[in-house]
Each structure stands twice: as structure tokens, then as C-alpha cells.
Nanobody
Framework: QVQLVESGGGLVQAGGSLRLSCAVS????????MGWFRQAPGKEREFVAS????????YYADSVKGRFIISRDSAKNTVYLQMNSLKPEDTAIYYC????????????????WGQGTQVTVSS
């Protein structure tokens, strides 16, 4: 069982930055690939970024490529999402997720989810 707790969300102006954190606890936590997803009001939950269990592989949605960076600190059991050049369309609840199968881009491939953290970008 893996537990995930996100933090770092908030209100920011367009062009600003935020860093989200996801604290990972539980058994086998170091062998899971991790992902970030987001869900805006009235929309499906969508993939944002993912990272392999050792941090060697990363994937990004086209909409965030070049602006967001995913990373993990195994010593701290934490996964980060650095978000730069934020846009109003980045407004959503951001979820951290863990996958046994690899840094995939489909939410059905993730086994554990956090409760989410709200990110609001004002124009």
C-alpha cells in the first residue's frame, strides 16, 4: 500500500511559478513510477508528467513541455512538479499518482492517488 499527499498548490498570476510536492509513504514506494495529472472543472482528468522509479525517464504532455519539470528525491520520498510560465489554462486540481507499470500516461495504469491540490492561475 502506498500513500500520497500533495502540497504546494495555490493562487498565482499568469507567468508565475509554483512547485508542487508529493510525499510518498508505504511499502514498495521506491519502486513505483510516479505521475502528475490534473483535472479542470467539467473536464476529464488528464496526464501532465511522469517519471520512472529511478528518475531516469520522464514524459510530459505537449501542453506543459518546456514549462514544467518533474523530479523525484528518493532520499526524501518526494516527487516534485516545478511549474513555470503558468497560464490560466493550467488552473486545475493537480493529483499525484503511483504506478507499478512504469511512467505511463494513462490514468488507468496508476494504482494509487493522492487527494489533489488546487492550482489557480489568474490572468
Amino acid at each position: 500500500q502506498v500513500q500520497l499527499v500533495e502540497s504546494g498548490g495555490g493562487l498565482v498570476q499568469a507567468g508565475g511559478s509554483l512547485r508542487l510536492s508529493c510525499a510518498v509513504s508505504g511499502s514498495g514506494r521506491t519502486t513505483y513510477a510516479m505521475g502528475w495529472f490534473r483535472q479542470a472543472p467539467g473536464k476529464e482528468r488528464e496526464f501532465v508528467a511522469s517519471i520512472g522509479w529511478n528518475g531516469g525517464i520522464t514524459y510530459y504532455a505537449d501542453s506543459v513541455k518546456g514549462r514544467f519539470i518533474i523530479s523525484r528525491d528518493s532520499a526524501k520520498n518526494t516527487v516534485y512538479l516545478q511549474m513555470n510560465s503558468l497560464k490560466p489554462e493550467d488552473t486545475a486540481i493537480y493529483y499525484c499518482a503511483a504506478s507499478r507499470w512504469g511512467p505511463l500516461q494513462t490514468k488507468a495504469d496508476y494504482d494509487y492517488w493522492g487527494q489533489g491540490t488546487q492550482v489557480t492561475v489568474s490572468s
